[in-house]
């Protein structure tokens, strides 16, 4: 299974608060933990060529990670489009925390994506509402944050195809934090926490939601992704006399 996680690493280079948590960024954080579930996923941050999203990368991509705040206007739309063309031709795409208002998120939705949010270090419950699906494997009921920020409802998404998490703050909001979706052949995983002050990507239960959507958002077993080059899904030819 081949694994990239997409970080704008923009806070780690300006906040000294995100730059002391995460002194190898969140994408290194992201990637520590799917290394102690057996997964490997090389890495690429806005900054470089093609935001180290090129058309070679992403067809060598079985399960995209996608991490972004700050710089969402500043990804092109040329490689949202490749993205986009990724996913509905078989690529997995884990869209965390704020990626909710990132292009290829909004983009996929077709709705803007909002919600509800305020900043503060208080504690979240996530409640684990769909216990037999394959993201949730593995955790208990529920688990805990101590320190996290806000998101609350409404948020502005489709309706989900399965809710797996459900969040509850200490101010009273809840938030549908685990969400799936199916794009043309791929598979989207939309997961809340992951603040970047707080050390949320240290956390075992986290780690543990992360791996666990990777491998329920990866090409089936046997199938690969479709692309123009592999042609794994060839156009049938028509019959005489016969639907097609």
């Not at 579930?37 to 890495?43: F, K, L, Q």
């Not at 909004?106 to 709705?111: A, V």
């Not at 809710?163 to 052949?185: A, D, H, P, Y």
Request: aromatic share 12%.
């Amino acid at each position: 299974m081949k694994v990239t996680i997409w970080n704008e690493g923009r806070h780690e280079q300006i906040n000294e608060i995100v730059a002391n948590l995460y002194p190898r960024g969140i994408h290194g954080a992201i990637a520590e933990g799917l290394s102690e579930h057996g997964i490997d996923a090389r890495t690429a941050t806005l900054e470089e060529p093609e935001h180290g999203l090129t058309q070679a990368i992403l067809d060598d991509t079985d399960v995209l990670i996608w991490w972004g705040h700050m710089a969402h206007n500043e990804v092109q739309d040329e490689i949202v489009n490749r993205v986009q063309q990724r996913v509905l031709t078989g690529m997995g795409l884990i869209v965390l925390h704020s990626g909710h208002f990132s292009k290829i998120f909004k983009r996929l939705m077709g709705t803007t994506c909002d919600l509800l949010w305020r900043v503060a270090n208080e504690k979240e419950r996530l409640w684990v509402v769909n216990p037999g699906h394959p993201i949730a494997q593995g955790l208990p009921r529920y688990f805990e944050l101590e320190k996290e920020e806000m998101y609350g409802e409404y948020f502005d998404i489709p309706e989900p195809d399965e809710l797996i998490f459900l969040s509850w703050f200490q101010g009273g909001e809840v938030f549908r934090s685990g969400c799936t979706f199916r794009r043309g052949l791929g598979k989207i995983f939309y997961f809340r926490p992951g603040h970047e002050t707080f050390p949320t990507y240290y956390q075992p239960a986290i780690r543990q939601v992360i791996a666990n959507s990777v491998r329920w958002a990866a090409p089936e077993s046997g199938l690969v992704p479709f692309t123009p080059q592999n042609g794994q899904f060839p156009a049938r030819e028509a019959t005489p006399g016969k639907d097609v």
